[in-house]
DNA sequence: CGGAATTTTGACGATGCTCAACAACGGTGG
DNA sequence: CCACCGTTGTTGAGCATCGTCAAAATTCCG
């Protein structure tokens, strides 16, 4: 086994990237024009109005897909995490902005060569379709809630949903989880603003649904049903 | 030439379908299975809930493709014109509701004999992944401005891209277009309340930007740099 | 022509944003 | 070890925008 094999075998997201829709021996020309790029928290990866010119898959650490006015508004679409696809595909020119939330590892393709290498492989073609119209499905979801649900509704979704994705069930029955991501991308997130997230926060804690220590990351899911009553009607 | 073949050479989105991407002769196991159905107008073709069955090509009118809450909100996350493809891709079960806003023709597909014909067509299915990676930054662009964007600016907006994609220039260098829904439906799209649209849409013609008779589905675009201003800032 | 549905307009109020001050935390250097 | 400072988060007061409710105007359609 050669080197450029052995790296993709070692590689942390061969079984839950793209690439595990092929085989060690199908992964060979994908392999040879990958390469691995590690870009600090708070770098811009790509930049709305360039051309796109490559794609990538997130191998470490996370990012913010954010789209933004002229005056300086923004707001993220999506986030990425390890596993996930990376690029607006077939896209001549980006319209997104996407930047690294934490200290982050890529696996880079150029965008023809990757292009090319879906023509031969259709089972890796599938599964970015999968995931094309399951990110479309999302992005629908939350487009109901940043356009009707009320800041309560949202930040009580948003626990939900991480509660859900990547909580673990204390002693006392609660569900701790950590929240990934500072106030302001929360608001971001969101589409609120950094004040009305915090006080929705002290809200559900004061109402005894959620407890956490003032501007901690760690917080404590005490009343699930409780959460969940909030996060459909304010 | 056989029947079957025979509809689809009439078809009225035989070139701008899904269909564009298959030659006549490989049409013909498709065609077999489509069926073509008419939907009068406010009808719900498919429910949130329900297992995802079968695909569609919009043979002709239109439909919305709506997220709603479980008191009732509403809002448009899409629309579907002729040519475009509609439902769910691999979801086992829908989370949007889909309506006929017109009288609508619809060539249906059951779902697993479609994606059967997608593994053997990858042209097919490599234009249905440029159609959904397309709608999915669509539906980012929205999310901008459903979460960051004003009233005014969205309706703004809203009527530029109408302007754009069917305006025609009128006699006095107005650009002429047809809203095509109601007031409720831009309401429902721009995740505002009718009173809002209708207060901006007036706001628009006091300022000279816009003209139209009150209630009138026509609407005329006087100063297409004025609106574009508009809707960047208000 | 008449009644229902849609649209417009007005008055009012709530939700969430802006601005501002304060608190908590983490690192840095004396 | 602790004073200092920048960053991040919390809290409060006031206000603007947009939603709600209600009524009038207009259109649609039988």
Redesign the pocket.
């Known amino acids: 086994m050669d080197l450029v094999q052995q790296r993709c075998h070692d590689c942390l997201v061969r079984d839950t990237s793209l690439c595990s829709s092929l085989s060690d021996g199908e992964l060979v020309a994908l392999s040879q024009m990958g390469r691995r790029r590690t870009v600090p928290a708070g770098q811009v990866v790509t930049c709305a109005g360039d051309p796109v010119t490559s794609y990538a898959n997130v191998v470490s650490g996370a990012l913010k897909v954010a789209a933004s006015t002229a005056d300086g508004r923004e707001q993220i679409v999506g986030l990425l995490f390890p596993g996930d696809f990376m690029g607006q595909l077939f896209a001549d020119e980006a319209s997104l902005t996407i930047t690294a939330l934490t200290p982050t590892d890529l696996c880079s393709f150029p965008r023809v060569g990757f292009e090319r290498q879906l023509d031969c492989h259709a089972r890796m073609e599938r599964m970015l379709l999968e995931r094309t119209a399951a990110s479309l499905n999302e992005a629908r979801e939350r487009m109901l809630a940043l356009a009707r649900?009320?800041?309560?509704?949202?930040v009580a979704g948003f626990i939900m949903q991480l509660a859900r994705h990547a909580g673990t069930r204390n002693a006392e029955g609660g569900v701790e989880v950590t929240i990934p991501i500072?106030?302001?991308e929360m608001?971001a997130f969101l589409?609120?603003?950094?004040?009305?997230?915090?006080?929705?926060?002290?809200r559900l804690k004061a109402a005894g649904l959620v407890d956490?220590?003032?501007?901690?990351?760690r917080l404590v899911v005490v009343d699930m049903r409780g959460l969940e009553g909030v996060a459909e009607t304010?």
């Open positions: 649900k009320n800041a309560g509704e949202r500072s106030r302001g608001a589409g609120l603003t950094i004040e009305t997230v915090s006080r929705q926060l002290t956490f220590v003032k501007a901690e990351r304010g």
